[in-house]
């Protein structure tokens, strides 16, 4: 097991690491810009050191700067948290020339599930169904006859997206132009890559994802669904687990299936496979090699800590579990606290009571920059049912203050009181209706 870890993060995600290696008896390093002197994370950690500007480009998006932080305070582990540099191929490569294990999925894996389209053609051939699409799509005259061959709407997405960039709705032919050479900027902007394709735009549709975690041993085994189809513009904003949608048994066969497919990649790691759930049938969208932002809903639900177990895996210990031994009894639901422009926090009151938990960065006095993104916290609750995991997620939100920064704690609660989310009827089109 290593002795001393470098969080190569940021934030709330950041602040979660430290506390995970903390309860391990791990020693951890902080690396922090100039915006981020006062944050909490650097606080929290044994021995910080400033790698850059405010810019993250300057900061946190410089490998050569957190590969010399690791090698001067003798890390033996880098975690890249999520974003940045969490699905870096090239950082992964420098961790591993230094002698430094990069926590996350190996090169290979890295390079072989790095594409979106590489990746649906191998789950395709795992025995998962995929969405009718493209390859990359190379000139707008080559995009325009694969829509009228797939037929309209379709969606356009970055090759090297995430976060939602690089997506484009396109409902008719007299939008295509203008989406192509949107999708495309957008991810050479985002991503350094300006490759799209093209995938057949399924409604009514939910977004189900599934968290796996796989290890040395070959041991696959998945850790129940999410519900993630309250977004805006593909930004997540409430999620949950397990769907409402999904029935015990519909859940057992995606999970066999899941399961095969992952073991014939020969993947070790946590990883979050993308499902578009229409017409009762699931359709893979997209794998993601890292933790993901939602991962405290699983935490939750199954009382299995995926940081610690994420950092054991790296380490070569095999995972504790077998999939008889997960269990997905409760509710668990999870709103994003987002500031809405940038401020100070004046004060700060985060609600209590069981099973009621804030993963956060904030503490009174903290300002927030307009460098990084606009997550400020993770609100969590569990219950036995998803009646009263609404309810206790409603008291919990009236009972969150964050004054100073101006958020979307409102928007959340009426989201919540939603007669769509209440039934469990929602989808994907929530905010369009």
């Known amino acids: 097991m290593f002795s001393k870890i470098l969080i190569a993060n940021r934030g709330e995600i950041a602040v979660r690491i430290i506390r995970a290696c903390k309860e391990m008896g791990i020693s951890t390093v902080a690396v922090y810009s100039t915006a981020d002197s ?14 850059g500007g405010p810019e993250a480009v300057d900061s946190y998006l410089r490998e050569d700067r957190i590969i010399s932080a690791a090698q001067v305070s003798g890390a033996q582990a880098i975690h890249p948290g999520y974003g940045f540099l969490s699905e870096n191929e ?4 420098m961790c591993l020339k230094n002698g430094i294990v990069f926590i996350g999925p190996s090169i290979e894996n890295m390079r072989a599930l790095s594409s979106k389209e590489m990746t649906k053609r ?8 995929v969405i009718p699409g493209t390859q990359v799509l190379s000139t707008l005259a080559e995009a325009q006859r694969a829509a009228d061959k797939i037929g309209y709407p ?45 995938e057949k735009y399924l409604y009514p549709a939910k977004h189900i994802e599934v968290q796996i975690i796989a290890d040395e041993e070959g041991n696959v085994v998945c850790l129940g669904e999410r519900d993630c ?17 999904v029935t015990p048994e519909k859940r057992q066969a995606l999970f066999e299936k899941i399961t095969h497919a992952v073991k014939e990649t020969g993947y070790v790691g946590v990883g979050t496979l993308e499902f578009l759930y229409a017409g009762g049938e699931f359709y893979f969208m997209e794998m993601n090699v890292r933790l993901q932002v939602e991962h405290t809903v699983t935490e939750e639900l199954t009382q299995i800590d995926l940081v610690k177990w994420q950092i054991r895996v790296a380490a070569g210990i095999p995972f504790g579990y077998r999939q008889e031994d997960i269990s997905l009894r409760g509710s668990a639901i999870e709103c994003r606290i987002n500031a809405l422009a940038p401020g100070k926090v004046n004060f700060l009151h985060v609600p209590g009571g069981p099973f009621v938990r804030f993963d956060t960065f904030l503490v009174a006095g903290f300002s927030i920059s307009p460098y990084y993104d606009s997550l400020l916290g993770k609100l969590i609750v569990y219950a036995g049912t998803r009646e ?46």
């Not at 997405?157 to 132009?177: C, H, N, T, W, Y």
């Open 38 to 51: 006062d944050a909490l994370h650097v606080a929290l950690a044994d021995e910080s050191y400033c790698i």
């Open 229 to 245: 189809s309250i977004q805006r513009k593909n930004q997540k904003l409430v999620e949950e687990s397990t769907s409402p949608a």
């Open 90 to 93: 090239h950082f992964a490569q």
């Open 154 to 198: 379709v969606m356009l997405k970055a090759r090297s997206g995430g976060g939602g960039r690089g997506i484009r709705l396109v409902k008719d032919a007299g939008q295509m132009e203008n989406a192509f050479y949107s999708a495309v900027s957008e991810g050479e902007a985002a991503f350094g890559d300006g490759a799209v394709y093209m």
């Open 388 to 433: 009263e995991a609404l309810r206790k997620m409603q008291a919990a939100l009236c009972e969150l203050v964050i004054d100073g920064v101006p958020n979307n704690i409102e928007e959340q609660i009426d989201i919540i009181n939603d007669k769509r989310f209440r039934d469990g009827s929602y989808d994907l089109s929530f905010f369009a209706k």
């Open 122 to 129: 191998r789950m395709k051939e795992a025995g998962l169904q």
